[in-house]
């Protein structure tokens, strides 16, 4: 089977564990979840590297960073002009290529590929505060219009990003309490922070005070999710409506989770732990029988599973594999054993996540001093908040081993002579590990 459309949903900031498909206990997601229970759900969606623009470089290079060289939000390398380019191929196969996203204007070449590059935030000083109503205003009438040729179309909604300001009828949706008492403490670790005193000035002050109830911000990243749910609904309705769910295949996704208060992350997407890694990947299309699927997928495999299911030759280049053995296939066997992860945005590490295990090494000291070596158990500590890398060495040394090897590799396979984290840098990070060095000789 070869599908005729393909409409890409990338739901930016969003963890799987937040939507009711994946177990999560507040409604948070009903429109997701209804049209999930007809689809393809990956429960294990990894994603190679956080934050944004790496991720959505993987996305449609079918590339690790380590080979296409995003490796950083925020810096200054540019996709290669020999990397494979997702909506690039798909242009030159005869498909009307369509992004409703506001990634173009940076200098890494996100807009390539696409006919038609829609930017809701092109007005906006501040891009993230662009919702899914504005979003939706260019992309129904973009699918209404073009409903009868054969695209490709990429739809990026941001609204659970931070600051989370979803209208206020969304609000005390999944919260009753009050969010600025002065016995409650759960934020003071925040105000030690260097963005502490930003997100006082620029989101808590739009909410009504001084907030100190983290659970209330959670709540309202929830009511965000719920607030897009609703969006993506009325997007998916008009496939519905248009007579072309026959002919599109649909799929959900997200570049990066979000870390709400643990690991001493308040509210950002930054740390190796699966609250930023595990995101969504849903895959609908009639030709597809509803299931799941338990093996370890990521980013990398986005791009040959789009070519594949258009029939669309993958190019040798692309390191993911396409998924769509997996689709069709009941008992579909697994695309890899484990996989790799990294971030040099505001920490420089890599892990190795597999079924029942992780591990962390950190290739410099970060902001919050963590461990140089984490250790994790995820079938007895999901939230990965006990480091057992002292109490479990034979297990942490091997896959150090396998995750250096694995590094290796890739450098030697792209001739890169330096770790790559190493050679770039942190981006956004080196503010905040200045800011607090600068504290401590000051102290």
């Known amino acids: 089977m070869v599908t005729v459309n393909v409409l890409l949903i990338v739901v930016d900031t969003l963890r799987a564990d937040h939507l009711g498909c994946y177990g999560y206990s507040r409604n948070t997601s009903p429109h997701i979840d209804e049209w999930a229970a007809g689809g393809v759900v990956f429960d294990t969606m990894i994603a190679p590297a956080i934050p944004t623009h790496p991720s959505f470089a993987t996305m449609n290079t079918g590339q690790y960073p380590i080979t296409h060289g995003i490796v950083a939000h925020g810096g200054e390398r540019a996709i290669p002009r020999t990397a494979p380019w997702l909506p690039s191929l798909l242009q030159k196969n005869g498909y009307t290529t369509c992004a409703i996203d506001n990634l173009g204007e940076w ?136 007579g072309i769910a026959e002919d599109t295949a649909v799929i959900l996704t997200s570049d990066h989770g979000e870390l709400m208060f643990r690991h001493k992350v308040f509210f950002d997407h930054h740390g190796l732990y699966d609250g930023n890694l595990h995101v969504p990947l849903i895959v609908r299309h009639p030709g597809f029988a509803p299931k799941r699927v338990p093996h370890i997928v990521g980013h990398m495999d986005l791009a040959p599973t789009v070519l594949d299911l258009c029939g669309v030759p993958i190019p040798g280049t692309m390191e993911g ?53 984490e250790l994790y158990d995820l079938a007895t500590d999901p939230m990965e908040l006990h480091n057992i890398a002292e109490t479990e060495p034979d297990t942490a040394r091997a896959m150090e081993r396998t995750l250096e090897s694995w590094i290796a590799e890739k450098m030697a396979r792209n001739g890169l002579a330096q770790d790559p984290l190493v050679a770039h840098g942190i981006t956004l990070g080196k503010a905040w590990k200045d800011h607090r060095d600068n504290t401590a000789r000051a102290g």
């Not at 005390?172 to 403490?185: I, K, R, V, W």
């Not at 396409?322 to 066997?333: C, H, V």
């Not at 971030?343 to 962390?360: A, D, G, V």
């Open 107 to 242: 200098r890494f070449g996100f807009s390539q590929g696409y006919e038609f590059y829609i930017d809701p935030t092109r007005r906006r000083a501040l891009s993230i505060n662009c919702d899914n109503r504005e979003i939706n205003r260019r992309a129904i009438p973009w699918l209404k219009a073009h409903a009868k040729e054969r695209f490709f179309m990429m739809v990026h909604y941001w609204d659970p990003h931070t600051p989370y300001l979803p209208p206020r009828a969304y609000r005390s949706l999944f919260y009753s309490g009050d969010p600025c008492a002065p016995d409650n403490h759960s934020l003071d670790g925040l105000m030690d922070h260097p963005l502490g005193r930003a997100w006082q000035e620029t989101w808590f002050n739009k909410l009504g005070g001084r907030i100190t109830d983290a659970s209330y911000l959670e709540a309202l990243y929830d009511a965000e999710i719920r607030f897009c749910d609703d969006g993506i609904a009325k997007l998916l309705k008009t496939v519905e409506s248009l």
């Open 321 to 373: 594999e396409s998924l769509a053995a997996m689709l069709r296939e009941d008992g579909a066997k697994p695309v890899r054993e484990y996989t790799v992860s990294q971030e040099c945005t505001w920490q420089m590490k890599w892990s190795l996540r597999t079924r029942t295990h992780k591990f962390i090494l950190a290739r410099e000291d970060d902001f919050y001093r963590t461990p140089s070596r």
